[in-house]
């Protein structure tokens, strides 16, 4: 009886790490979706600031606020800059060591290699061209999400189910 127990608990256990193994790879994707929408708005509030105001890029990057997800990009970048390194090796370094996604890195690389390196027309053309390529990629995650959410959810079950299976 007591063994019987043992490996029904041991079934359970086994499906409900499948179970969580799915939908722990379903929450990275909404926190890489997130992390997409907070960019947006960084670059919506920085082509306001540049639009608006003849500040530097330090000043710029101090200035944006409320950005959670985004602040380890921002905070680091920042510090490397006061360590003298330029905006694009500083921005580039900060969004390598924070994001782990290759294309979320290339997408925001771009910003950092030409941003404030132009003058107030050319930086208000590039930060919309950069606006409409992170609100592509960001319509691509938030399809992405609803379809395979629902997927490794169900692929983690089923996967927990059938190891339970093939080892009792």
Not at 21 to 29: A, D
Not at 47 to 75: D, H, M, Q
Not at 116 to 126: A, H, I, P, R
Request: net charge positive; proline share 1%; with cysteine.
């Amino acid at each position: 009886m007591t063994n019987e127990i043992m490996r029904l608990s041991g079934g359970l256990l086994i499906v409900l790490c499948g179970a969580l193994s799915g939908i722990l790879k379903c929450r990275s994707f909404k926190a890489r979706a997130e992390l997409m929408g907070e960019y947006l708005r960084f670059l919506t509030q920085v082509e306001a600031a540049v639009g608006y105001t003849a500040e530097s890029i330090t000043s710029i990057l101090a200035g944006v606020r409320g950005f959670e997800l985004l602040s380890p990009v921002l905070k680091s970048t920042l510090d490397l800059m006061k360590n003298g390194r330029s905006f694009e090796s500083a921005w580039c370094s900060s969004v390598k060591r924070c994001l782990h996604d290759r294309e979320d890195r290339q997408l925001m690389y771009s910003f950092g290699s030409s941003f404030g390196t132009d003058n107030v027309q050319g930086e208000l053309s590039k930060l919309a061209l950069h606006r409409q390529n992170a609100e592509t990629h960001y319509a691509g995650l938030t399809a992405e999400l609803k379809t395979k959410s629902r997927l490794y959810r169900t692929l983690g079950v089923f996967c927990g189910v059938m190891a339970a299976a093939v080892l009792l």
